[in-house]
DNA sequence: AACTCTCGCAACCGCGTCGGG
DNA sequence: GCCCGACGCGGTTGCGAGAGT
């Protein structure tokens, strides 16, 4: 049984890619976009994977890559954004213009964690490394499962209230990530969650009561078109893509714009 | 100079989710 | 509602470069 390959083995390449193959790769998403990763290889000419292709551009060929070293904000941006999503690369990567999740999880397991071990931090946890004791050896932190993963991008954290109960994933297995426990209690109750990056912004918003932290602003995250970066959680919106819950999405910051 | 070890990054693999038929 | 194919994600592996002996 099991899940049949994603292609032919026999007919594709693998390992490192050739500045040729980049080259067709990038030729061929230029005339025609990106997509139909399936399809593409064998339209572009490539003895490839379309699982690779895809992976390949958007790791390492898409213009809109950052490259080079992460900024301390960077860092601590992702470090405060670990500890409140676990290992969701992805949603991470979202909040970091030009990073890709990839990128960010090779730098999480070579750089950042060592730099928790350091100030003596639970890289998993974010809690400080206790030297024994029944807190340190509490259940390891559940992931938030994917329905949730919205939710808690966009929810109001208030500093006293947990999340809504998100759906919890349902096996008890640990996976090394972060979310709510099913208790209903904050993984990191001490876990400071001003995610803001540079100085503080001015313009915070003053919709929410003083101790309520808009999760979709301190993210990162906008409003919707042009309108200015103060949060409308809780705000109708006039183009009617309110949830019935009040929240909506955001886009991410682009690249160098912060609040 | 040669060899071994360590580290970091790119790529692979397997699974979950989503959407169309 | 079910099935199947495609996509996307997260964990893991492989390999090259640099450091150390």
Redesign the pocket.
Known sequence: M?????CE?EHT?????TKEEDQRLIAYIRANGE?????LPKSAGLL?????C???W???LRPDLKRGNFTDDEDELIIRLHGLLG?????IAGQLPGRT???I???W???IK?KLLSRGMDPHTHRPLAADGPSSRQAPPRPI???ARAAAATFALTTKQPAPPAPV?SSDDG???SGATSTGEPRCPDLNLDLSVGPPAADTPTSHSQRTVCLCYHLGFRGAGDAPTTCSCRQADSSGAQSQTGLRYFRPLEEGQYI
């Open positions: 099991g899940r049949s390959p994603c083995k390449n693998k390992g490192a890619w997509g139909c990763w399936r399809s490839r994977c379309g699982k690779s895809r992976l390949r958007m790791n390492y290992n969701k690369w992805s949603l999740d990839n990128e999880k090779n730098y397991n070579t750089h060592r499962s994917v329905p994933e996976g090394g990530s």
